[in-house]
């Protein structure tokens, strides 16, 4: 069992180029989050999908998108990189029946922007 | 929007000690409460939860929650070199509201030699 898996593992992007995060689960999940995490601010949820077809804003949204593509897919675009999205990336999800045992993280992209 | 507050650290304790973690959140709402441990360099990962006033205990883990002091603690018990982690406290967010989690900023812990 895979659990959540994110790609790709580490990025450096230049100002203003654009890529994008993929996350995928094979647990049969309900809900996936995007969250990213710098120092000192702790983890900060971006966007998350509380089932297939939804999508909503989190606390720190600007300058993101994000696609359900499917039950198992939620992808994290940056349209147009900026340094202050530095950070590392974090893809989570729970299953139908709630937060009874926390999220499931994947391992986390790491990124930089110069 | 509901704050979850650690001190961050580092707490250093000595091997075998109990180390004591502390989390307070400005919410009254909140029903569960997570304790996720986070190496460097790693995701978090849960290692307890809880629902009711009390302690719960889980091997060398117990955590303690206060709904009326808003007060969530994880101790540690004979504390061990591979104890020394990051560790955020998590909140869930309001009711109907995705299941989304706020967490602190994190306590580092150190457990010595």
């Known amino acids: 069992n895979a659990g959540v898996t994110q790609t790709p593992k580490f990025q450096v992007l230049k100002t203003g180029q654009s890529m994008t995060l993929q996350c995928a689960q094979d647990?049969?999940?309900?809900?996936m989050y995007w969250y990213r995490q710098d120092p000192g601010m702790g983890l900060r949820l971006i966007y998350y999908?509380?089932?297939?077809?939804?999508?909503d804003k989190g606390e720190v949204p600007n300058g993101y998108n994000v696609s359900r593509l499917n039950k198992r897919e939620f992808s994290l675009r940056l349209e147009s990189a900026a340094p202050s999205q530095t950070s590392v990336y974090f893809c989570?999800?729970?299953?139908?029946?709630?937060?009874?045992?926390?999220?499931?993280f994947g391992s986390g992209t790491r990124l930089t922007v110069v | 929007q509901k704050e979850v507050e650690q001190n961050s650290g580092p707490l250093s304790v000595p091997e075998g000690a109990i180390a004591s973690l502390n989390c307070t959140y400005s919410?009254?709402?909140?029903?569960?409460f997570f304790w996720y441990r986070q190496y460097s360099g790693k995701s978090p990962e849960l290692i307890m939860s809880?629902?009711?006033?009390g302690d719960k205990e889980d091997g060398r883990f117990t955590a303690q929650l206060n709904k009326a002091s808003q007060y969530v603690s994880l101790l540690i018990r004979d504390s061990q070199p591979s104890d020394s982690a990051t560790y955020l406290c998590?909140?869930?967010?309001?009711?109907?509201?995705?299941?989304?989690?706020?967490f602190g900023t994190g306590t580092q812990l150190k457990v010595e030699l």
């Open positions: 989570a999800s729970i299953p139908l029946t709630g937060l009874s045992y926390g999220y499931t």
């Open positions: 647990m049969n999940h309900n809900s």
């Open positions: 999908s509380a089932s297939e077809g939804t999508t």
């Open positions: 919410d009254r709402v909140s029903q569960s």
């Open positions: 809880i629902y009711s006033n």
């Open positions: 998590a909140v869930p967010g309001e009711a109907g509201g995705g299941n989304k989690l706020t």
